[in-house]
T-cell receptor, first 109, second 112 residues
Framework: GQNIDQPTEMTATEGAIVQINCTYQ??????LFWYQQHAGEAPTFLSY??LDGLEEKGRFSSFLSRSKGYSYLLLKELQMKDSASYLC??????????WGAGTKLIIKP | IAGITQAPTSQILAAGRRMTLRCTQD?????MYWYRQDLGLGLRLIHY???????GKGEVPDGYSVSRANTDDFPLTLASAVPSQTSVYFC???????????FGQGTRLTVV
């Protein structure tokens, strides 16, 4: 079967750094996406990794290790508006998106 | 229309009634998807369409049907709604196999 694991919930402090992990076991791999979803809203695209390594985009970075079936999303200089759920999704061998259940990130002042 | 639009945004529906959720995109994306999102379960794929004229079943297709008569529209029909279909429904589209999916704003459906 196909499986994506993320922590259910994480808490961090405003101004700090947080790392959200995602591990996957899928039939093939053609890339990994991270999405942000604020409560009551639709998911919005954050990052895409298809090769091993780190992709940096402002305060957000995403890392991929294909050999380990592992990715993380790193959020720096946390702001209250970063309170949201973060979804990991893998593109499988049929180019379908397989979604994790999401990690709810709570930012405290 | 800019992007991908769903209608209605919310609906309360009596059990046993038929309901069609509408989804339209103007990005000329080939692939379109319907998901339901329930607390703690993440996004679950109901049906998908890789191109106009074709559809496929996702993880939770029972009780739902779709059609894809053209590139822009991908309606989702509940033939006879049941309370377990109470959920938030998201439509999404994707241009190519390695590009991100864009989501509609969602439809909050309550079946009573």
């Amino acid at each position: 079967g196909q499986n994506i694991d993320q922590p259910t919930e994480m808490t961090a402090t405003e101004g700090a750094i947080v790392q959200i992990n995602c591990t996957y076991q899928t039939s093939g791999f053609n890339g990994l996406f991270w999405y942000q979803q604020h409560a009551g809203e639709a998911p919005t695209f954050l990052s895409y990794n298809v090769l091993d390594g780190l992709e940096e985009k402002g305060r957000f970075s995403s890392f991929l290790s294909r050999s380990k079936g592992y990715s993380y999303l790193l959020l720096k200089e946390l702001q209250m508006k970063d309170s949201a759920s973060y979804l990991c999704a893998v593109v499988d061998s049929n180019y379908q998106l397989i979604w994790g259940a999401g990690t709810k990130l709570i930012i405290k002042p | 229309i800019a992007g991908i639009t769903q209608a209605p945004t919310s609906q309360i529906l009596a059990a046993g009634r038929r309901m069609t959720l509408r989804c339209t995109q103007d990005m000329r994306h080939n692939a379109m998807y319907w998901y339901r999102q329930d607390l703690g379960l993440g996004l679950r794929l109901i049906h998908y369409s890789n191109t106009a004229g074709t559809t496929g079943k996702g993880e939770v297709p029972d009780g739902y049907s779709v059609s894809r008569a053209n590139t822009d529209d991908f309606p989702l029909t509940l033939a006879s709604a049941v309370p377990s279909q109470t959920s938030v429904y998201f439509c999404a589209s994707r241009g190519t196999e390695n590009t991100e999916a864009f989501f509609g704003q969602g439809t909050r459906l309550t079946v009573v």
